[in-house]
Every structure is written in structure tokens, then in C-alpha cells.
């Protein structure tokens, strides 16, 4: 019995450290998700502020030309007062010439601003491209890495799962069978010690007839409250004892 015993928690070992493997290879497509998403969105980010320094470079180059029209008109509109003769032609001169001004004035206004606009966009956009190309090269080698350690969690599981097949196989099926259903709907260790009476699985008082039961005949049991397999465990101080 205590072969058998040492075979289940061989088996135990290895089935826990396959779902340990599983979880982590589980995880890896949420991880390189996650990396994924962190770079598009910088990758956003810099298409938006790429779009804005379009927009606005656009909009300097048009109130530019509108700038050199209204310079033009305003030349002409001076040619014009130099040619008036009478009052009223003049003050219509000087009026088209004010207009032309004050036109003048709001375009260059808004260049001016848009130029500082520019600048500023410039920047963030040069900032957000070595940002991206500094995360693409450090996210393409973490995906690398996370698909490079999928792979060997991969190599893992199929040799452990050899071993684990082959001691299965050793198991009386009588412990075999029960091991099979607790291993897979019970979470952590289903083949556990009994220590002064205590499940160390649920940790609760067996009934006295049972760990007497245990105490003298050293097989395994099963526990009455968390039904995992048991056994008689000495305490340390009673085997060096």
C-alpha cells in the first residue's frame, strides 16, 4: 500500500504541474493580446496626430494663397485710389483698402497660429513614431518569446504526459478511477495526508474510528467531507521518535 501511495502522489505531482504548464500556455494568447493592443494603440495615436498636422499643414497652405490673393487685390485696390476723381470713388477706394487690411491681419493671424500649431504637432508626431518603433521592436520580441515559450510548455506537457501515462497505468484501478474524477474536478492536491486525525486536504477532524482505522491498517481512505484520498501521515517528530 505504501507504493501505491507513493505512485498516486508521483501521479499527483505530475497532473498538477501539467495544469500549472496549461494555465500559463492558457494565458499567453490574453498576454499577447494585451501587447497588441498597447501598440495599436499608439499606432492610433500617432495616425491621429498625423491627421491633425495634415489638416492643419493643409489649411496654412490654403490661407497662404489666400494671403498673396488678397495682397494682390489690396495693390489693386491702392492702383484704384491713385486713379479715383471723385469723393465717392475715394472713400470706396479707402474702404476696399481697409477690408483688404483687416483680411490681411486675420489670415496672417491664423497662419502665424497655425505655424506654431505645426510646430508643436511636429513634435509629438516625431515623439510618437520613436515611441512606436521603440515598442514594435520590444513587443515583437516579447510575442516572440511568449510564442517561443508555448512551444516548450508544449514539449513539456506531451513528455510529462508519457510519464504520467505510463504510472497511470501502475495504479490499481480501484484508486485509479477515483484519483481520474478528483484530479479533474477538485482544485490543488486530491491525494493528501491525515495528520493528528485532520484532513490536510479540507482540514477537518476525521471521525475517531476512521483514523483508527487509518492508524492501524495504513490504507488509503476516503475523506467523508471533501472526498479526496487519504492517508495515515507521521508527523516528524514521530518518525525521529
Not at 465717392?88 to 506654431?116: C, G, P, T, V, W
Not at 515611441?131 to 515559450?149: H, M, P, T, W
Not at 478511477?177 to 493528501?192: A, D, F, Q, T
Request: glycine letters at 4%.
Amino acid at each position: 500500500m505504501e507504493e501505491e501511495i507513493k505512485q498516486l502522489i508521483g501521479l499527483q505531482d505530475l497532473d498538477l504541474e501539467i495544469q500549472s504548464m496549461k494555465k500559463e500556455r492558457d494565458e499567453i494568447p490574453a498576454a499577447i493580446t494585451s501587447s497588441n493592443k498597447e501598440l495599436k494603440e499608439l499606432e492610433t495615436s500617432l495616425a491621429i496626430e498625423k491627421e491633425r498636422f495634415d489638416v492643419d499643414e493643409k489649411e496654412k497652405n490654403t490661407k497662404e494663397i489666400e494671403l498673396k490673393l488678397e495682397d494682390i487685390k489690396l495693390v489693386k485696390s491702392r492702383e484704384k485710389l491713385n486713379a479715383v476723381k471723385t469723393t465717392k470713388e475715394h472713400k470706396a477706394a479707402l474702404k476696399e483698402i481697409e477690408e483688404h487690411n483687416k483680411q490681411n491681419s486675420i489670415l496672417e493671424e491664423r497662419i502665424l497660429f497655425l505655424l506654431d500649431e505645426l510646430d508643436s504637432l511636429r513634435k509629438t508626431v516625431e515623439e510618437l513614431e520613436s515611441a512606436f518603433k521603440v515598442s514594435s521592436k520590444e513587443i515583437g520580441a516579447e510575442i516572440e518569446g511568449f510564442e517561443k515559450r508555448t512551444a516548450e510548455i508544449e514539449k513539456s506537457i506531451e513528455t510529462m504526459q508519457i510519464k504520467r501515462n505510463t504510472l497511470f497505468a501502475k495504479i490499481d484501478q480501484k484508486y485509479s478511477e477515483k484519483y481520474n474524477r478528483l484530479i479533474n474536478s477538485v482544485e490543488g492536491h486530491v491525494v493528501v495526508g491525515v495528520v493528528k486525525g485532520v484532513c490536510t486536504g479540507c482540514f477537518i477532524n476525521l471521525p475517531p474510528q476512521l483514523f483508527n482505522e487509518m492508524m492501524g491498517d495504513k490504507n488509503l481512505k476516503v475523506c467523508p467531507n471533501c472526498s479526496r484520498l487519504i492517508f495515515f501521515k507521521e508527523e516528524e517528530t514521530d518518525k525521529k521518535g
